[in-house]
């Protein structure tokens, strides 16, 4: 008995250091916490998941109306992230907002997928312009995207590995063209090292396209007809009335390209229509074969445009075309959340 006697000194003590570690008790608390609310949460399930960027693409889609929150719980934090929980048009939904890059993307579509009782996912923001067919403020929802950010940077001249998709030389950009050798060399693209469900545990295999689910873009092709806001205000407005086009080609990287001739090679080497920092990392994140689709607005020309990128100008515009095509798309899911 007497080793389980405790010295009230050793209880202060103890209490002391508790109060004065900052990186322990409150944070693991405020978690537990959360982590309780999701299984109450997940217990009435399952959501629709959706996942924006950054605060601009927030704020077009709460500005739609059509998010109701929870009465009880309307937001659970983990992570530094908030989840915010309601209903758009009777359907259960869980929102986040990731932070800009794909690494944030797909830790943001993994804590979706691992921790709540979800369906799929519903991808959706603004993007760069990449297709001369297409306009700002035009919604592009793409069948394919590919992450164009896995590199092998090379010496000038050295030999590609048949494993590259593409290569880009920068000696063919020397202006005004010279004979001198570029030292940059040249970039091998490389496949994304793809995990899944459906393959060999604990093996990656290459991916380069990855596929958006069909019967979800078959749904979206519905909302080609769907009617786009075309002014930023009252004096401001785009030339002719945006449209909304399902089945092209998205390029994802931890890039904002504001370039005109790296927008051209990826036109040309990849035949894609737009640009953007996190659709792929979402996509591949869900191995496990969640429906998944991408909704962005085009909000600039990604460098294609003589003089400043017209993100700041018609970045809200082209985010709140988005939202209003996810707050269409959710309206015509059939039943409560599938
Ligand atoms: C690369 O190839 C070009 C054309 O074949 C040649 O003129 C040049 O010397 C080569 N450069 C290097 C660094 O080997
Ligand atoms: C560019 O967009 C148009 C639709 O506006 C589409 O018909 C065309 O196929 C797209 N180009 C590419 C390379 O995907
Ligand atoms: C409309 O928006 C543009 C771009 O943000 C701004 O420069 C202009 O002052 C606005 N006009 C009105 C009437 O609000």
Known sequence: MAAKQVTPCLVILVLISLLASPLSAAPLNRRRKSLNTVKELNRKGPYLGLITVYPPEENAFFATGAFEPHPRHPFVDLSGRRFRIGKIHGKRVIYVRCGVGMVNAAAATQQMLDLFDVIGIVHFGIAGNANNSMSIGDVTIPSQVAHTGIWDWLKPNETLAPSHVAHLDFGNYNAPKGKEINQLGRIGYSHE???????????????????????????????????????????????????????????TANIF???????????????????????????????????????????????????KNSIQVFGPLAALNAAKAVIQFIKSLPGNAS
């Open 257 to 307: 390209v504001d370039n005109a001739a790296y927008r051209d090679f990826l036109i040309r080497t990849f035949q894609i229509s737009s640009v953007d920092m996190e659709s792929a990392a979402v996509v591949t994140s869900l191995s496990n074969g969640f429906p998944v689709i991408v909704i962005r607005g085009l909000s600039d020309l990604a460098g294609g445009q003589p003089g």
């Open 193 to 251: 090292q793809f995990f899944s469900e459906s393959g060999e545990p604990n093996t990656a295999r290459p991916l380069f396209w990855a596929q958006i689910s069909q019967h979800w873009l078959q749904l979206a092709a519905n909302l080609e007809a769907m009617e786009l806001i075309q002014c930023v205000n009252s004096s401001l407005c785009l030339p002719q009335k945006p449209k909304l086009v399902v089945g092209l080609r998205a390029s």
